[in-house]
């Protein structure tokens, strides 16, 4: 059975740890000389390729010394700053054309003015014939500012870079009916049209010691690149016949097919990237005025306030204690605190200034209704 593909032109290719350094201690060439001749043969079809690269943690596990007990995050951290140069030159010798590096963290892709600027950057690398290869800043990023895994952040990178389609290249064939390490004849699925709660059911956790995303992670970064219109591949990356069979547009794997693209990229990093600092609780009138009518929201409308966020931070706008909506707060929560469940002509004569009359302009907020 066909499937889409070579029918993009800007891909996204998410290589995992398992295949950077299959023996969790250092880089090696087996998986990568394949997936390196692919991307070869891509481009020289004239099609571009963002890379997104794991294993910096792996790469760097063998030349840091670390605690019996378990690696400490510092330790980790250490591993990765000597790991992201090794896992750059083991692709750099597979190419006669530059790779550029990116370290990323969530923290960045928060920030929009950092977020075009990587979106600048990639689109500055590719016009340049420099394969760009993105992996998380491991060194800089704790917890609370990072993606977490390079699933979901590959889906990130493919909406930053206005790809087309997403190639997660993982070490199982695809999604199956049933965990087939359990149940030898699950049944690979070769199609999904659309990611229900029963097809995260299909999802374990991830079994592999050396990777940190598993197929649950893998379905949410087809969730966040399909609803985006991005075509999304789960392929063995360890199996060479896979990226000739997608070179000759055979099926491979599972593919995840795109829905239509409703967002426009401001409102795409609203609903995907951020995260929400806060929260406020609005009134029945004003969820109805920004559900049907597209309007902004108004402190007047405003019932509750809760944790603490600066001015321009991103907050979760609730109805009847359920999240509709997502956007730019204009105030701060302290701010909020003094004006909710007002008109705007008194913010003035309260704070002693008025950013804006909205709380929540229109043109910064995402509704979750659809
Ligand atoms: N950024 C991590 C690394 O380079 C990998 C995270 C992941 O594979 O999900 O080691």
Redesign the pocket.
Known sequence: MANEGLNWQRAVIKV??ALIAPDGKQVSGQYVLPIAKFINELKALGKEVVLVS?????AGRGLINSHEQGTTIAEKQAM?AV?QAK?MANWQHHFNFPCGQLLITQGDLKDRRRYVNIKNTVRELLANQVLPII??N?TVATAEIKVG???NLAALVALVCEADALFICSDIDGLFDADPNRFPNAKLIPEVNQITPEIYKLAGGTKNKI???GMKTKLQAAEKATSNGVNTFIINGKKSSVFNDILENKSVGTWFKPLALKDSAKKQWLRHTLKAAGSLQIDDGAANALLTLGASLLAKGITAVHGEFARGEAIDILANNKVIARGLSQYSSAELLQISGLESKNFETILGFKHKNEVVHRDDLVLFKD
């Not at 794991?54 to 792996?58: D, K, L, M, Q, T």
């Open positions: 995992g740890s794991s294993g910096s943690v792996a990765a790991g896992m992996n998380e491991d895994d390079n699933d990777a940190t995303g």
